[in-house]
């Protein structure tokens, strides 16, 4: 690496201009409400295509200057690349913020996803149904709920992680992390299912917010009383008419402006923190000083106190017993001989202590389970109790009651939400410093930490509360208080209003995103009837998503059971995590070479797990609501496959797709792969001697390392003749080259043509080998040798052609040199370096080729290194951090060096190579020559040049070169004979050809061959392999041969060099 640079400084292009390409990656397409993926690439519509360096340095690559851009181009437009959130602008913002400044992002791990999975996570579930679910499953029981649940967010997590580091995540997040691995069909169907989800969660939040209110801060407030023991029925009406006020309260705040909801967004999470520190504290509180809540027990039976405040059935006044009130709720009158309920007059009223503290013992009692029915007692087993010889009522008597039947699946449902949040991190994308190293870190981070509060929290309740507190849902046996306020400290209000303020704020976050999630489908266009949900106010706000997602709302509102929304949102969820899994298992499977996350703790058995454990919970927590969900998303799946538009996102089951047989064949030959799926499908042109035997077997190794048994290969050759009377040599080559094959280990098909010319074979071979969408992208094949030789049948000009074709249609074009060198399959390299010089940029195939080969264990061990070039008016320092930062979001691991190559004066050791080179082309041109005239003309010029220039003496070398054989070409004879055949002869031309000027664009192009050869040898020669942009032949083919030496001379002095051609498409992306 170069420790220091001339530093050049950069005139400033404008404001302007600055502001223009900056948004060249951002500006939204019709249809789509994100970013686009190829901004900073040659397939971008916005490239400047005026910009063509005038210089002599690059002057071998200025015709293609309009179309692959300099890299020096490209860096300063990734540099200049800025993903924006996709969020909203808010009308409020001061006038400052018209000038639109791109603010870097500068949330780090803790703040942009940490804190915000946290608040996430932590909700309502954790304050209102974490203590009945201890009480009701037991401590054995809850905790494998809660690690059940715990394992799937991390399994999940762990996939989440792999996809969004595998490059820049734009702001959508999960549901364009899901759509873009798995395609616009599972991402809409799972998008949809996700956005329902959220709004799910926003009803359960809003009814957990109005329970709070009206059981346990004013009980006072409620609209509908109960009457006749028809108190669950009045509290689900309050419910309703509270929820829906509060939904339209809420709706109008995000409306008005979402900048508020995110203010507010740290005060609440204030607010859970403070109240998990509260449960903490108290629980130490309860070693040394337990809290006095005292529950009074009739035998075995739990009262409710909400009737009456004295525990016995007579107390002493003034030596005088008197009856309580608990007395007459079960007697029909307040005298001692008044008629009771049996089960009131045989057992006793004893009062024990309802948190007898951490070191009591009382987690052994509640280690197992006690489900019970709808309406039944809630009783403490361990005491004795007499029932009577018949069975009495217990409606309209104050005994604690359940709710709802309990069983262990039912309670796996309404746990679930409470570990959802997992995706908070990865929908701030847009927003991190760093998303490629926060949102692994800061997910998991927030995981573990939820999940080992959830955990303590379950062994602490056990051990801290008594059992029949722990099954009564509304803390009616403790004065109304919240159960788990009843351990908090310093006082049960903490946890009260903690939790209070915890679910209006995930409420509103939830009708905050949920909007944006709905937009972000409809602007995507994948389903239509959505289309009109993409549009908002001015400043960017989702009016329409707004009100349908208050109108869904309002849905599980009306519901009225938090119990039974929370499973709902449970499949919603669980369907979304399980497609996440699912496409990180797909991505890993196939092994796409844009699979490359930077997240390396995942495999796809861990994916796999993941899955099926998202797909057992939903049957496990109701089998008919995830039925439901799956025929919903099975319904939107099959809408959006029928009706919506076409969208390619490079996706996972797409390239799985490619794997597959007819079906497959039919779907993919609609167009080409997305560059994510991009892989070298390699058509090999193999050469064959006379015996039909491979010239140079050490292709196939290279093909089989490049390639390594992924993707599709053919191997093609030609024969020259008639088909007809070539079928038996073609059987003979056909085998040698499968027999090549199978000890290359070369997977791939083999494919012989016959034509009457080499040159029309190749050309056939080029455009129909393949099916399909199973055709070759890539074309390889080894340097013509002796290109300057007549008698090779590959001749130069057949080169030539061949090059021009590929670039015709659109094909990648590799030309390995010195073939014969190349490593077998069977080599080891221990050390040495792969050394890429990225000269212009044609599509990416320079950064991708490095990584595929080092995939092989005969590269595994060698390094890459990229070369780029910095001219006269580059900053040299700046290209290097805009290289790395490139190679940084390619997740490509690479020494970045920049060679700086000012102009110089063209050297005479140039001028007369070029002058070597045309004076061999204007001979071959004007004189019929035979083949052994046109080789000893050759060394003639050669012998001349590198002599004296005396034209006598070159005649003397010609003259002794072959006396006996042929008339020498340069003797008077031959040239007055010359004259007598033709009299128009161009005499003056042969007695001119060592006196000509060589044509200066030839000059400026050897002089960038021969000065980037000597930059290249200086860095390079001692790597194991050097790949190099290959130029493109000169549009007019009258300079064929020179291009054949500019070439030559370019790759001179090299061990082992691959030119690379790029296909004219981009193959490589920095996206997920």
Same mark, same amino acid.
């Given at each position: 690496?170069?420790?220091?640079?001339?530093? =050049?400084?950069?005139? #400033?292009?404008?404001?302007?201009?600055?502001?223009?390409?900056?948004? %060249?990656?951002?500006?939204?397409?019709?249809?789509?409400?994100?970013?686009?993926?190829?901004?900073?690439?040659?397939?971008?519509?916005?490239?400047?295509?005026?910009?063509?360096?005038?210089?002599?340095?690059?002057?071998?690559?200025?015709?293609?200057?309009?179309?692959?851009?300099?890299?020096?181009?490209?860096?300063?437009?990734?540099?200049?690349?800025?993903?924006?959130?996709?969020?909203?602008?808010?009308?409020?913002?001061?006038?400052?913020?018209?000038?639109?400044?791109?603010?870097?992002?500068?949330?780090?791990?803790?703040?942009?996803?940490?804190?915000?999975?946290?608040?996430?996570?932590?909700?309502?579930?954790?304050?209102?149904?974490?203590?009945?679910?201890?009480?009701?499953?037991?401590?054995?029981?809850?905790?494998?709920?809660?690690?059940?649940?715990?394992?799937?967010?991390?399994?999940?997590?762990?996939?989440?992680?792999?996809?969004?580091?595998?490059?820049?995540?734009? +702001?959508?997040?999960?549901?364009?992390?899901?759509?873009?691995?798995?395609?616009?069909?599972?991402?809409? +169907?799972?998008?949809?299912?996700?956005?329902?989800?959220?709004?799910?969660?926003?009803?359960?939040?809003?009814?957990?917010?109005?329970?709070?209110?009206?059981?346990?801060?004013?009980?006072?407030?409620?609209?509908?009383?109960?009457?006749?023991?028809?108190?669950?029925? +009045?509290?689900?009406?309050?419910?309703?008419?509270?929820?829906?006020?509060?939904? #339209?309260?809420?709706?109008?705040?995000?409306? =008005?402006?979402?900048?508020?909801?995110?203010?507010?967004?740290?005060?609440?999470? +204030?607010?859970?923190?403070?109240?998990?520190?509260?449960?903490?504290?108290?629980?130490?509180?309860? %070693?040394?000083?337990?809290?006095?809540?005292?529950?009074?027990? &009739?035998?075995?039976?739990?009262?409710?106190?909400?009737?009456?405040?004295?525990?016995?059935?007579?107390?002493?006044?003034?030596?005088?017993?008197?009856?309580?009130?608990?007395?007459?709720?079960?007697?029909?009158?307040?005298?001692?001989?008044?008629?009771?309920?049996?089960?009131?007059?045989?057992?006793?009223?004893?009062?024990?202590?309802?948190?007898?503290?951490?070191?009591?013992?009382?987690?052994?009692?509640?280690?197992?389970?006690?489900?019970?029915?709808?309406?039944?007692?809630?009783?403490?087993?361990?005491?004795?109790?007499?029932?009577?010889?018949?069975?009495?009522?217990? #409606?309209?008597?104050?005994?604690?009651?359940?709710?709802?039947?309990?069983?262990?699946?039912?309670?796996?449902?309404?746990?679930?939400?409470?570990?959802?949040?997992?995706? %908070?991190?990865?929908?701030?994308?847009?927003?991190?410093?760093?998303?490629?190293?926060?949102?692994?870190?800061?997910?998991?981070?927030?995981?573990?930490?939820?999940?080992?509060?959830?955990?303590?929290?379950?062994?602490?309740?056990?051990?801290?509360?008594?059992?029949?507190?722990?099954? /009564?849902?509304?803390?009616?046996?403790?004065?109304?208080?919240?159960?788990?306020?009843?351990?908090?400290?310093?006082?049960?209000?903490?946890?009260?209003?903690?939790?209070?303020?915890?679910?209006?704020?995930?409420?509103?976050?939830?009708?905050?995103?949920? $909007?944006?999630?709905?937009?972000?489908?409809?602007?995507?266009?994948?389903?239509?009837?959505?289309?009109?949900?993409?549009?908002?106010?001015?400043?960017?706000?989702?009016?329409?998503?707004?009100?349908?997602?208050?109108?869904?709302?309002?849905?599980?509102?009306?519901?009225?059971?938090?119990?039974?929304?929370?499973?709902?949102?449970?499949?919603?969820?669980?369907?979304?995590?399980?497609?996440?899994?699912?496409?990180?298992?797909?991505?890993?499977?196939?092994?796409?070479?844009?699979?490359?996350?930077?997240?390396?703790?995942?495999?796809?058995?861990?994916?796999?797990?993941?899955?099926?454990?998202?797909?057992?919970?939903?049957?496990?927590?109701?089998?008919?609501?995830?039925?439901?969900?799956?025929?919903?998303?099975?319904?939107?799946?099959?809408?959006?496959?029928?009706?919506?538009?076409?969208?390619?996102?490079?996706?996972?089951?797409?390239?799985?797709?490619?794997?597959? %047989?007819?079906?497959?064949?039919?779907?993919?030959?609609?167009?080409?792969?997305?560059?994510?799926?991009?892989?070298?499908?390699?058509?090999?042109?193999?050469?064959?001697?006379?015996?039909?035997?491979?010239?140079?077997?050490?292709?196939?190794?290279?093909?089989?390392?490049?390639?390594?048994?992924?993707?599709?290969?053919?191997?093609?050759? =030609?024969?020259?003749?008639?088909?007809?009377?070539?079928?038996?040599?073609?059987?003979?080559?056909?085998?040698? =080259?499968?027999? &090549?094959?199978?000890?290359?280990?070369?997977?791939?098909?083999?494919?012989?043509?016959?034509? $009457?010319?080499?040159?029309?074979?190749?050309?056939?071979?080029?455009?129909?080998?393949?099916?399909?969408?199973?055709?070759?992208?890539?074309?390889?094949?080894?340097? $013509?040798?002796?290109?300057?030789?007549?008698?090779?049948?590959?001749?130069?000009?057949?080169?030539?052609?061949?090059?021009?074709?590929?670039?015709?249609?659109?094909?990648?074009?590799?030309?390995?040199?010195?073939?014969?060198?190349? $490593?077998?399959?069977?080599?080891?390299?221990?050390?040495?370096?792969?050394?890429?010089?990225?000269?212009?940029?044609?599509?990416?195939?320079?950064?991708?080729?490095?990584?595929?080969?080092?995939?092989?264990?005969?590269?595994?061990?060698?390094?890459?290194?990229?070369?780029?070039?910095?001219?006269?008016?580059?900053?040299?320092?700046?290209?290097?951090? /805009?290289?790395?930062?490139?190679?940084?979001?390619?997740?490509?691991?690479?020494?970045?060096?920049?060679?700086?190559?000012?102009?110089?004066?063209?050297?005479?050791?140039?001028?007369?190579?070029?002058?070597?080179?045309?004076?061999?082309?204007?001979?071959?041109?004007?004189?019929?020559?035979?083949?052994?005239?046109?080789?000893?003309?050759?060394?003639?010029?050669?012998?001349?040049?590198?002599?004296?220039?005396?034209?006598?003496?070159?005649?003397?070398?010609?003259?002794?070169?072959?006396?006996?054989?042929?008339?020498?070409?340069?003797?008077?004879?031959?040239?007055?004979?010359?004259?007598?055949?033709?009299?128009?002869?161009?005499?003056?031309?042969?007695?001119?050809?060592?006196?000509?000027?060589?044509?200066?664009?030839?000059?400026?192009?050897?002089?960038?061959?021969?000065?980037?050869?000597?930059?290249?040898?200086?860095?390079?020669?001692?790597?194991?392999?050097?790949?190099?942009?290959?130029?493109?032949?000169?549009?007019?083919?009258?300079?064929?041969?020179?291009?054949?030496?500019?070439?030559?001379?370019?790759?001179?002095?090299?061990?082992?060099?691959?030119?690379?051609?790029?296909?004219?498409?981009?193959?490589?992306?920095?996206?997920?």
């Amino acid at each position: 690496m170069p420790t220091n640079f001339t530093v =050049v400084p950069v005139e #400033a292009q404008g404001e302007q201009q600055a502001e223009a390409a900056a948004a %060249a990656g951002r500006e939204p397409q019709p249809g789509d409400g994100i970013p686009r993926e190829s901004s900073p690439f040659i397939t971008n519509a916005d490239m400047d295509k005026g910009i063509i360096y005038e210089g002599k340095n690059m002057a071998l690559f200025e015709e293609e200057m309009d179309s692959n851009p300099m890299v020096s181009s490209l860096l300063n437009k990734l540099a200049n690349y800025t993903n924006l959130t996709q969020g909203v602008i808010e009308h409020e913002a001061d006038e400052d913020s018209k000038r639109r400044e791109i603010k870097a992002p500068r949330m780090g791990t803790f703040i942009g996803v940490y804190l915000p999975c946290l608040q996430n996570i932590l909700g309502v579930i954790l304050f209102l149904r974490l203590t009945w679910i201890v009480g009701t499953a037991g401590v054995l029981e809850s905790f494998i709920i809660v690690f059940m649940c715990c394992a799937c967010t991390m399994l999940t997590a762990i996939s989440m992680s792999a996809i969004a580091t595998n490059g820049v995540v734009p +702001a959508g997040g999960s549901y364009y992390m899901i759509s873009r691995s798995l395609g616009p069909e599972f991402g809409g +169907a799972v998008g949809l299912c996700f956005y329902l989800g959220t709004t799910f969660a926003g009803a359960m939040y809003i009814l957990g917010t109005i329970e709070i209110l009206l059981t346990y801060i004013s009980p006072s407030a409620a609209i509908f009383k109960s009457e006749d023991g028809e108190e669950a029925e +009045a509290m689900l009406n309050n419910m309703r008419v509270y929820g829906t006020c509060i939904i #339209a309260l809420m709706a109008i705040v995000v409306f =008005v402006g979402v900048k508020y909801v995110n203010k507010l967004a740290l005060v609440f999470l +204030a607010c859970v923190i403070l109240s998990i520190i509260a449960i903490y504290a108290g629980v130490i509180k309860t %070693a040394f000083d337990p809290p006095d809540f005292r529950i009074c027990l &009739l035998g075995n039976r739990t009262l409710s106190r909400r009737n009456f405040d004295t525990c016995a059935k007579f107390t002493k006044i003034d030596n005088k017993t008197e009856t309580t009130r608990l007395w007459r709720l079960f007697c029909d009158s307040a005298l001692l001989n008044a008629t009771c309920d049996e089960y009131f007059s045989l057992n006793n009223v004893t009062e024990i202590q309802g948190i007898p503290g951490v070191s009591s013992g009382v987690l052994i009692d509640n280690l197992w389970s006690t489900y019970s029915d709808k309406g039944s007692v809630v009783e403490k087993r361990e005491l004795p109790s007499l029932t009577g010889t018949e069975e009495t009522k217990v #409606a309209g008597l104050p005994y604690v009651f359940t709710d709802i039947m309990t069983f262990f699946t039912m309670l796996v449902g309404i746990y679930f939400p409470s570990v959802t949040g997992i995706m %908070a991190g990865s929908n701030r994308s847009g927003d991190l410093k760093d998303a490629q190293k926060s949102i692994p870190t800061g997910t998991i981070l927030a995981i573990s930490t939820t999940s080992f509060i959830y955990l303590s929290c379950i062994v602490l309740f056990g051990a801290c509360i008594e059992g029949v507190i722990l099954r /009564d849902k509304f803390g009616e046996a403790v004065n109304g208080n919240l159960v788990i306020g009843t351990l908090a400290w310093p006082s049960p209000w903490v946890i009260v209003i903690g939790s209070f303020f915890s679910t209006c704020g995930a409420g509103l976050q939830s009708l905050t995103g949920a $909007p944006r999630l709905l937009q972000a489908i409809s602007r995507d266009g994948i389903v239509p009837f959505l289309h009109v949900f993409g549009h908002g106010k001015a400043n960017g706000e989702p009016t329409w998503a707004l009100l349908l997602t208050a109108c869904i709302c309002e849905i599980g509102i009306l519901i009225a059971s938090l119990d039974s929304v929370a499973p709902i949102l449970s499949m919603f969820f669980l369907m979304c995590y399980m497609f996440v899994n699912l496409a990180c298992a797909v991505q890993t499977l196939l092994r796409t070479p844009n699979w490359r996350p930077r997240f390396k703790f995942y495999h796809w058995t861990l994916s796999f797990l993941g899955m099926s454990l998202c797909l057992a919970l939903m049957f496990i927590c109701s089998w008919y609501y995830a039925l439901i969900a799956m025929v919903i998303a099975g319904c939107i799946y099959k809408y959006i496959e029928y009706r919506g538009a076409e969208k390619e996102w490079g996706d996972g089951i797409r390239g799985l797709s490619l794997n597959a %047989a007819r079906y497959a064949l039919l779907r993919v030959e609609a167009g080409h792969p997305h560059t994510k799926n991009w892989r070298p499908q390699v058509l090999v042109l193999l050469n064959l001697d006379s015996e039909q035997l491979v010239k140079h077997p050490r292709l196939l190794s290279f093909t089989s390392q490049l390639k390594a048994g992924k993707g599709l290969t053919i191997v093609g050759s =030609v024969l020259q003749g008639i088909y007809l009377d070539k079928c038996v040599e073609v059987q003979k080559a056909e085998e040698n =080259v499968k027999s &090549l094959m199978a000890i290359e280990k070369t997977k791939g098909f083999c494919q012989i043509v016959v034509s $009457p010319s080499l040159r029309d074979g190749v050309s056939h071979l080029i455009q129909s080998a393949g099916l399909g969408g199973m055709k070759h992208n890539t074309v390889l094949m080894a340097w $013509p040798q002796s290109w300057k030789l007549t008698d090779n049948p590959f001749s130069w000009r057949n080169f030539v052609d061949t090059v021009r074709e590929t670039t015709a249609a659109q094909q990648a074009l590799l030309v390995a040199k010195n073939i014969d060198l190349f $490593p077998a399959n069977q080599e080891r390299f221990s050390e040495g370096n792969i050394d890429v010089w990225w000269i212009v940029h044609d599509g990416g195939m320079l950064m991708l080729l490095p990584f595929l080969i080092r995939q092989h264990k005969v590269w595994r061990k060698c390094k890459m290194r990229i070369f780029t070039v910095a001219q006269m008016d580059d900053n040299s320092i700046q290209m290097k951090k /805009d290289l790395q930062m490139f190679l940084y979001h390619l997740r490509l691991n690479a020494e970045v060096e920049v060679v700086e190559m000012f102009e110089n004066d063209i050297s005479a050791f140039t001028y007369e190579k070029t002058l070597v080179m045309e004076q061999r082309s204007q001979m071959l041109k004007q004189m019929q020559l035979s083949k052994n005239e046109r080789e000893r003309e050759a060394q003639l010029i050669h012998d001349r040049n590198t002599a004296s220039h005396s034209a006598a003496v070159v005649q003397a070398n010609a003259a002794a070169a072959a006396p006996e054989r042929v008339q020498m070409t340069w003797t008077k004879e031959k040239l007055v004979s010359e004259k007598h055949k033709n009299k128009e002869t161009n005499l003056t031309g042969f007695k001119d050809i060592f006196n000509l000027k060589p044509n200066q664009t030839n000059v400026r192009r050897m002089h960038t061959a021969v000065k980037l050869n000597g930059v290249v040898l200086n860095k390079s020669q001692d790597a194991q392999l050097v790949l190099l942009n290959m130029p493109g032949p000169p549009k007019s083919k009258k300079g064929d041969e020179n291009y054949m030496e500019f070439l030559e001379v370019l790759t001179d002095g090299l061990n082992r060099v691959l030119l690379v051609r790029g296909g004219g498409r981009e193959v490589i992306t920095i996206y997920s």
